[in-house]
């Protein structure tokens, strides 16, 4: 015989859907975590049972289907809906409920909110396993491509580009009217109104898309997504997206915090900071982070909240416009925190009258306030041609927040090493997530859902690494001894007294049999 045989079609087995499932299969994981939570306590939406009527699928099932299928590189409520019909360990975990993909995708729409207390109990998890350090702290973000298209993503000017565009081809299909009234084409006539028409029909959509804008206070709007944003990816290169920030500690690389947002990274570090605070229960701890978020209000931020910064600074260019030469940057320049002067490089003192001025920007909340230093002595200096093109001398303006920025600088010179640990701790992540994965984009609407899937996507990926490092059923076993205020109780209990219930039955009817 040179080829192994395998099992008749038609032979019939007597077995059950436990014995299908190994000990150490991620599924059994699914299965007891979500077993072990109350729901309604998360602020998933729960179905009550009803007395009457059709009865509804439990919330549950619609958890650990999600899970699964996130944990397989599952999103699409279609194709989870097949895989509940052919995978052997659906079967096992929905104990062969099928439920359709309306609500399947339902689930996830609905329950945001739920899936974001979720991964953060899961943090809570990871604490209290010792999984977690809390010392040192990587902060970084990554484009997710949002549901909507550059076409359909608009900024003023390309919605007045668009308006002259139809004024432009509405003039030369009425100059075509004209010529074809001594010509007596009808049929042409036709074709052309019905283009002006639809001019027409376009010039008011985009009129209503302007006043819109506007009255959003936007730089730009979206019209299949209003949350999505263009957003610059790398380079020149631009995406209609959503920026993802995470917080990654460096003990076993895991996520402790998260959220989804529609802006770049320079005003997002205070609220990622203080969210893995809050997560991780800690006083006080280190965050790593790169030079995208350098901002002295959100760098001020986590130093009022006792978060130790060391943010990477940008080095500052030179326009070409300017005459400043490197030698007479202001970082050549000292300042005196005791006298409040700054000594320049040919040992000139600046002083400051004391006034604080305000510069606004384009929101409230980018706005700072500065104040300016000045010397006389600029008037007289040799190299004044090379350090200021400003006829009244040289002028320094310091914010209200530069000595938190001098303070962050100063640790990011002195701690070289720590600071280039911060890509081995965060950048493989965003890797696995969007390379190995398949995870760069989101096919669902609105950023409060958004944030939602994105979450359910970093608890999948700290469920994955806690898999690796713990096994499937030692982190079971932690689940079960875990005290959460989240947890359902007696579930365990009456699990184990049913599976007892269940055996001792089996045995009798064995017995009876025989």
Same mark, same amino acid.
């Given at each position: 015989?040179?080829?192994?045989?395998?099992?008749p079609?038609?032979?019939?087995?007597?077995?059950?859907?436990?014995e299908?499932?190994?000990?150490?299969?991620?599924v059994?994981?699914?299965?007891?975590?979500?077993?072990?939570?109350? %729901?309604?306590?998360l602020?998933?939406?729960?179905?009550?049972?009803?007395?009457?009527?059709?009865?509804?699928?439990?919330?549950?099932?619609?958890?650990?289907?999600?899970?699964?299928?996130?944990?397989?590189?599952?999103?699409?409520?279609?194709?989870?809906?097949?895989?509940?019909?052919?995978?052997?360990?659906?079967?096992? =975990?929905?104990?062969?409920?099928?439920?359709?993909?309306?609500?399947?995708?339902?689930?996830?729409?609905?329950?945001?909110?739920?899936?974001?207390?979720?991964?953060?109990?899961?943090?809570?998890?990871?604490?209290?396993a010792?999984?977690?350090? *809390?010392e040192?702290?990587?902060?970084?973000?990554?484009?997710?491509?949002?549901?909507?298209?550059?076409?359909?993503?608009?900024?003023?000017?390309?919605?007045?580009r668009?308006?002259?565009?139809?004024?432009e081809?509405?003039?030369?299909?009425?100059?075509?009217?004209?010529?074809?009234?001594?010509?007596?084409?009808?049929?042409?006539?036709s074709?052309?109104?019905?283009?002006i028409a639809?001019?027409?029909?376009?010039?008011?959509?985009?009129?209503?898309?302007?006043?819109?804008?506007?009255?959003?206070?936007?730089?730009?709007?979206?019209?299949t997504?209003?949350?999505?944003?263009?957003?610059?990816?790398?380079?020149?290169?631009?995406?209609?997206?959503?920026?993802?920030?995470?917080?990654?500690?460096?003990?076993?690389?895991?996520?402790?915090?998260?959220?989804?947002?529609?802006?770049?990274? =320079?005003?997002?570090?205070?609220?990622?900071?203080? #969210?893995?605070?809050e997560?991780?229960?800690?006083?006080?701890?280190?965050? %790593?982070?790169?030079?995208? &978020?350098?901002?002295?209000?959100?760098?001020?931020?986590?130093?009022?909240?006792?978060?130790?910064?060391?943010?990477?600074?940008?080095?500052?260019?030179?326009?070409?416009?300017?005459?400043?030469?490197?030698?007479?940057?202001?970082?050549?320049?000292?300042?005196?925190?005791?006298?409040?002067?700054?000594?320049?490089?040919?040992g000139?003192t600046?002083?400051?009258?004391?006034?604080?001025?305000?510069?606004?920007?384009?929101?409230?909340?980018? *706005?700072?306030?500065?104040?300016? &230093?000045?010397?006389?002595?600029?008037?007289?200096?040799?190299?004044?041609?090379?350090?200021?093109?400003?006829?009244?001398?040289? #002028?320094?303006?310091?914010?209200q &927040?530069?000595?938190?920025?001098?303070?962050?600088?100063?640790?990011?010179?002195?701690?070289?090493?720590? &600071?280039?640990?911060?890509?081995?701790?965060?950048?493989?992540?965003?890797?696995?997530?969007?390379?190995?994965?398949?995870?760069?984009?989101?096919? %669902?609407?609105?950023?409060?859902k958004?944030?939602?899937?994105?979450?359910?996507?970093? =608890?999948v990926?700290?469920?994955?690494?806690?898999?690796?490092?713990?096994?499937i059923?030692?982190?079971?076993?932690?689940?079960?001894?875990?005290?959460?205020?989240?947890?359902?109780?007696?579930?365990?209990?009456?699990?184990?007294?049913?599976?007892?219930?269940f055996?001792d039955?089996?045995?009798?009817?064995?017995?009876?049999?025989a």
């Amino acid at each position: 015989m040179q080829h192994i045989t395998g099992i008749p079609r038609n032979q019939l087995f007597f077995s059950s859907l436990e014995e299908t499932i190994l000990p150490n299969n991620p599924v059994r994981f699914v299965d007891a975590f979500v077993d072990a939570l109350d %729901l309604k306590c998360l602020e998933f939406k729960v179905k009550t049972i009803k007395a009457e009527g059709r009865p509804s699928f439990d919330t549950k099932l619609f958890l650990k289907l999600y899970l699964y299928g996130y944990l397989n590189g599952l999103r699409s409520s279609r194709k989870l809906e097949k895989e509940c019909v052919r995978n052997i360990e659906l079967h096992w =975990l929905l104990t062969g409920i099928v439920p359709n993909y309306h609500s399947i995708s339902d689930f996830r729409k609905e329950n945001s909110a739920g899936l974001k207390k979720l991964f953060k109990l899961f943090v809570s998890f990871l604490k209290d396993a010792d999984l977690i350090a *809390g010392e040192v702290v990587a902060i970084d973000g990554t484009k997710s491509r949002a549901h909507n298209s550059k076409k359909a993503n608009f900024k003023q000017k390309k919605i007045d580009r668009h308006l002259t565009y139809i004024e432009e081809k509405t003039e030369e299909y009425l100059t075509q009217l004209a010529q074809n009234d001594s010509l007596d084409k009808g049929i042409e006539v036709s074709n052309v109104q019905e283009k002006i028409a639809r001019l027409q029909k376009n010039k008011i959509g985009y009129e209503l898309l302007a006043e819109k804008l506007k009255a959003s206070g936007e730089p730009q709007i979206s019209t299949t997504d209003e949350d999505a944003r263009a957003l610059l990816v790398q380079g020149v290169v631009v995406e209609v997206s959503y920026n993802i920030q995470a917080a990654v500690d460096n003990k076993h690389n895991l996520v402790v915090a998260t959220h989804t947002i529609n802006r770049n990274d =320079l005003n997002a570090l205070g609220a990622i900071a203080l #969210e893995a605070k809050e997560n991780l229960g800690v006083a006080t701890y280190t965050a %790593l982070v790169d030079k995208g &978020y350098h901002n002295g209000r959100e760098i001020t931020q986590c130093k009022d909240h006792n978060i130790t910064t060391i943010v990477a600074h940008p080095t500052p260019g030179i326009s070409k416009e300017s005459v400043t030469q490197p030698d007479y940057l202001v970082a050549k320049f000292i300042y005196n925190k005791e006298d409040d002067t700054y000594e320049c490089p040919q040992g000139e003192t600046l002083k400051t009258t004391g006034r604080w001025h305000k510069k606004t920007g384009r929101t409230e909340q980018s *706005g700072y306030e500065f104040k300016k &230093y000045r010397t006389s002595a600029c008037k007289e200096c040799p190299i004044k041609n090379i350090c200021t093109s400003r006829a009244g001398g040289r #002028e320094i303006d310091r914010s209200q &927040y530069a000595d938190a920025v001098e303070e962050n600088n100063q640790r990011y010179r002195e701690n070289p090493q720590l &600071y280039r640990k911060r890509q081995e701790i965060n950048e493989h992540i965003f890797g696995t997530i969007k390379r190995q994965w398949g995870y760069n984009h989101t096919n %669902l609407t609105g950023l409060e859902k958004v944030n939602g899937e994105h979450s359910l996507i970093m =608890l999948v990926y700290n469920i994955k690494r806690t898999i690796n490092i713990l096994g499937i059923p030692n982190l079971i076993a932690k689940i079960k001894n875990w005290k959460s205020p989240y947890k359902a109780k007696g579930f365990f209990v009456l699990k184990r007294v049913y599976l007892r219930l269940f055996k001792d039955v089996f045995v009798i009817n064995l017995a009876i049999s025989a």
